[in-house]
């Protein structure tokens, strides 16, 4: 065997030894399944748990919301391009706000399933130059039961890079701060709130999400 050859066995090899699950994988989801709030009496347990939220005392959480959303019933802005009511389990929305210098506003929402979790957190990147969350990319990890999340990089402007003139730290909000603050938030959140960490964390993103992963590496 050439060493080219070798040095492909070994790769493929120990990719399938990363893809390997943990050894402990189906008893942690099944005991974070268990934990997960009830569909019954009438989500008032649900809806007490994700209104507590908003009471965390968690540093840099900056969490302005945390609602209950009843299954089918999510209505997004008409901007979106989405159905309304759009059909979703049902979960708990949660909406903040990251300031890490006087000059960050970092948009960010955080989706907590209220049941079936999957025991693994999830955050969507972004496209072009940001600028807004990712609703349409959200969508499908809650209902595969994933905790997911998704940030507009620190600014709301999209295509116009105005939002950068002079404004240094909101370039590193964009190049890599706002999407590492939206994971530590969300993690210290989604252990709040399922009393149990993620057993595994993912980011999924192309084009601009793709540099956005490769920042977080």
């Known amino acids: 065997m050439n060493a080219l050859a070798l040095l492909l066995a070994i790769c493929i090899l120990s990719g399938f030894a990363q893809?390997?699950?943990?050894?402990?994988?189906?008893?942690?989801?099944?005991?974070?399944?268990?934990?997960?709030?009830?569909?019954?009496?009438?989500?008032?347990?649900?809806?007490?748990?994700?209104?507590?939220?908003?009471?965390?005392?968690?540093?840099?959480?900056?969490i302005t919301s945390a609602v209950y959303v009843a299954a089918d019933s999510l209505k997004l802005p008409p901007a979106e391009g989405l159905p309304a009511p759009i059909d979703l389990p049902a979960f708990c929305r949660v909406q903040g706000v990251l300031k890490p210098?006087?000059?960050?506003?970092?948009?960010?929402?955080?989706?907590?399933?209220?049941?079936?979790?999957?025991?693994?957190?999830?955050?969507?990147?972004?496209?072009?130059?940001?600028?807004?969350?990712?609703?349409?990319?959200?969508?499908?990890?809650?209902?595969?039961?994933?905790?997911?999340?998704?940030?507009?990089?620190?600014?709301?402007?999209?295509?116009d890079q105005s939002w950068a003139i002079e404004h240094p730290e909101k370039v590193i909000d964009y190049g890599y701060r706002a999407v590492h603050d939206t994971s530590t938030a969300s993690k210290s959140i989604i252990r709040d709130f399922y009393n149990q960490a993620a057993a595994y964390s993912y980011f999924n993103g192309c084009s601009d999400g793709g540099r956005e992963a490769a920042e977080q590496r």
């Open 101 to 159: 210098t006087i000059d960050s506003f970092i948009k960010y929402e955080l989706w907590l399933p209220t049941s079936a979790w999957n025991g693994r957190f999830e955050q969507v990147g972004n496209g072009g130059f940001a600028g807004r969350i990712r609703y349409k990319f959200m969508i499908p990890e809650l209902r595969n039961g994933f905790a997911v999340a998704s940030t507009d990089d620190g600014h709301t402007n999209g295509a």
């Open 19 to 62: 893809a390997k699950p943990h050894p402990n994988e189906s008893r942690n989801v099944s005991r974070i399944t268990s934990h997960s709030i009830p569909s019954t009496p009438a989500n008032q347990v649900a809806q007490s748990e994700c209104a507590k939220l908003e009471h965390l005392a968690l540093a840099r959480m900056g």
